[in-house]
């Protein structure tokens, strides 16, 4: 049996742009060191054969030396390999710290200087395709050596897999490529969210350990996984999700209109956000729908938000439509309004008359913009 850890895309020193409290990014960098921590506490207290890094593990533009030395040290702690390929934020290129850091003894970057590395004690080879610069089109996957027999075979890359990329070209192949080569497992990176793929049941991308923005929404950490040493290819393969994230990110969207009174607004505001942590949850609220509340984003902000990590209020909604204006209009929004005002007086029904006031304001919003954004909120 043989049982590693694989992560993938920690991006060590990213530079966290948005607003939140003092101290924001600083917090979110030391979040990135500690999702490190608990994966390789983890990896020893499992006793773990290796530990796979995918690529990104640090941002070539925006890691200083100290980092680099902490994770260095870090490393050094553990007994078994710590195996990594470049990724295209920390592309091995000639200033690369994967070439130019004095890594301790454990540590394994596979890069065309060294592409491939048979693990003796662990009967495990591992070839790694990762970045030697920031953009790279297709691998050649000419290149990836046959399987060795008798032992377990891990093919590393940092890239994408069975996506029409256009010129987003970050080293693409396909499952059906992949397949071809026989590996057991392909340890994959570059998409921070998790990923397996149905037509390749042995590939993985763990995505961030922890996220980093609001396009890495949910839960984040790395995998742990426990194959057969031979595979016979990797149909035995046991594959965890760990999570590592310290923070969660979520954007949230409110309807208001039917909120009253501000004090109405404030209560649904309170109640959506019931159940989450100022510490641990990082929300964009945008504010939906028509009302003829005046309403201080500011003031609703400090109100809710003046604890939290990082939090933002923004408000989208619209002011209501004045409904005998519009109908007194001479062209196809006044037509529509006069004639669905007269439907709405002339019902009998109260369910019915709510369908249709609906219809009325996606009537207009589909005149006025040519589609229907609020469609989803009612
Ligand atoms: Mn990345």
Redesign the pocket.
């Known amino acids: 049996m043989i049982r590693f850890a694989h992560f993938?895309?920690l991006?060590l020193d990213a530079p966290f742009r948005e607003a939140g409290r003092s101290g924001y990014s600083r917090q979110r960098r030391e979040d990135i060191k500690a999702a490190l921590e608990r994966i390789l506490q983890f990896s020893r207290a499992e006793k773990a054969d290796f530990v796979l890094s995918a690529?990104?593990l640090y941002e070539h533009l925006y890691t200083t030396k100290n980092t680099i030395a902490w994770v260095s040290q870090r490393f050094s702690e553990l007994s078994m390999p710590i195996v990594m390929i470049a990724?295209?934020?920390d592309p091995y290129v000639a200033d690369s710290w994967y070439r130019l850091w004095p890594w301790p003894s454990n540590v394994v970057v596979l890069s065309e200087d060294r592409p491939g590395i048979f693990l003796e004690a662990q009967k495990t080879f591992i070839y790694g395709l990762g970045f030697s610069a920031r953009k790279q089109g297709k691998p050649d996957l000419n290149k990836v050596p046959k399987p060795k027999e008798g032992c377990f075979n891990i093919l590393m890359l940092h890239g994408t897999v069975d996506m029409d990329v256009g010129d987003q070209d970050y080293s693409p192949v396909s499952s059906e490529e992949l397949a071809d080569l026989g590996y057991d497992y392909y340890a994959l990176?570059?998409f921070?969210t998790r990923k397996s793929y149905p037509t390749l049941k042995n590939a993985f991308n763990p995505g961030?350990p922890e996220p980093l923005g609001f396009d890495e929404p949910g839960d984040h950490g790395f995998l742990w996984v426990e194959a057969d040493n031979p595979s016979g290819g990797g149909d035995n393969l046991r594959v965890k999700d760990i999570s590592t994230a310290a923070r969660r990110y979520s954007r949230m969207s409110l309807d208001i209109s039917d909120a009253a009174s501000s004090d109405e607004l404030k209560m649904k505001i309170a109640a959506l956000l019931e159940g989450l942590d100022p510490d641990r949850d990082i929300i964009k609220l945008s504010l939906k729908g028509r009302t003829s509340l005046v309403i201080d984003d500011k003031a609703l902000h400090d109100a809710f938000f003046s604890q939290w990590l990082n939090a933002r209020l923004i408000n989208d909604s619209k002011a209501p439509y004045d409904y005998e204006a519009l109908s007194g209009e001479r062209n196809l929004k006044g037509a529509f309004t006069a004639e669905m005002l007269a439907r709405i007086k002339a019902c009998p029904d109260e369910d019915r008359t709510r369908i249709l006031k609906d219809a009325l304001i996606l009537g207009l919003e589909a005149l006025e913009t040519g589609r229907i954004e609020s469609l989803k909120e009612i």
Request: aromatic residues 0%; glycine residues 24%.
């Open positions: 993938a895309d991006h690529g990104d990724g295209n934020h990176g570059h921070h961030s």
